[in-house]
């Protein structure tokens, strides 16, 4: 690690002194709240809630774009952020703020409010993983377009237990059943084409650029896979910082927020935010073979099977 600059110093250097961020990619309920969580209580990372700023050129593009997802809980993550790093705490009247703030610069350029963030935090490397970004090609291309040098894990989780978490989660939130459950999102639709891709849009990119990582593999064996990243990174893997990370319950984004804005991440997470190591190491691959339970009497598609086997997953 001596010999050779660091990615984390590298890319300091061409950024004016801040690193480039790193964006987890992966659809929705692949364990990314959890692992973003992880990450950005390194004290070398900086980890954010859901900003969902891919869907727009411009703030106020993002603001009000993308049907009613960003009208319901999208804007969440950006305004406790905003929040948060404005005034250091997270209320109605803070939110309020955030938001005025927001709509008063709907015409910035979404590097440039990524920029905003990056001064707030300081040199750390902010932690990003809203799962729109994969919605749609354009989301994700402005991604790459947006960040060419920046780093990108891409998250895996089993179709079957992803799909069985979205059900279960539509299920017990009313609000995300209305802007979620409808057929085009079915939940195997969803994580194939989420997939397909990041694999597509992030194979081209430079050799360690990017990451690839089962999240059950990842969650279920944590001392063996975060000094693997933070090496890929190029921040420090030594027994203090991996124990900030077994804390992201410590994020201030780590908990309901205020009324007026309380998502911004997963609402399993924001409930209970603690790792939980004994649950972790039961997490199991489920088969791709047998009947779905959201679709009696079918199989998975055979191009869904055909891609997670290409993903490692059988």
């Not at 790093?85 to 997270?90: F, K, S, T, V, Y």
């Not at 015409?107 to 409010?113: A, E, F, H, Y």
């Not at 995300?176 to 459950?181: E, Q, S, T």
């Not at 199991?284 to 099977?305: A, H, I, M, Q, Y």
Request: charged share 25%; proline share 9%.
């Amino acid at each position: 690690m001596l010999e050779t600059a660091t990615m984390a110093e590298t890319a300091a250097e061409r950024g004016g002194g801040y690193p480039e961020p790193l964006f987890i990619l992966a659809p929705p309920r692949s364990f990314t709240s959890i692992v973003c969580g992880i990450l950005g209580q390194h004290p070398q990372c900086y980890g954010l809630p859901e900003l969902n700023l891919f869907l727009g050129d411009t703030l106020g593009e993002v603001w009000g774009g993308f049907a009613g997802f960003m009208k319901s809980f999208g804007r969440d993550g950006l305004l406790r952020t905003f929040a948060q790093l404005h005034d250091g705490a997270q209320n109605e009247d803070t939110i309020a703020r955030a938001q005025q703030w927001i709509i008063s610069r709907s015409d910035w350029p979404i590097r440039k409010v990524f920029d905003h963030i990056q001064e707030q935090v300081g040199p750390k490397i902010l932690v990003e993983k809203s799962p729109s970004t994969l919605f749609r090609a354009e989301f994700l291309e402005r991604a790459l377009r947006t960040f060419p040098e920046a780093n990108y894990l891409h998250l895996i989780r089993h179709p079957r237990g992803t799909a069985a978490s979205v059900l279960s989660l539509r299920a017990a939130h009313e609000e995300i059943a209305r802007v979620a459950n409808v057929p085009m999102l079915d939940p195997e639709r969803v994580w194939r084409i989420s997939h397909e891709l990041s694999v597509t849009l992030t194979e081209p990119l430079p050799v360690g650029q990017s990451m690839r990582l089962k999240g059950e593999a990842l969650l279920s064996h944590l001392d063996v896979y975060l000094p693997q990243i933070c090496e890929w990174l190029g921040i420090r893997s030594d027994a203090e910082a991996i124990e900030a990370m077994m804390h992201p319950e410590n994020s201030p984004y780590a908990c309901e927020g205020p009324p007026n804005a309380p998502r911004g991440n997963d609402p399993n997470f924001l409930e209970n935010p603690t790792i939980d190591p004994e649950r972790l190491a039961r997490i199991k691959e489920p088969s791709l073979v047998g009947e779905l339970s959201w679709r009696p009497g079918e199989n998975f598609d055979p191009r869904t099977v055909k891609l997670a086997r290409q993903l490692g997953y059988s």
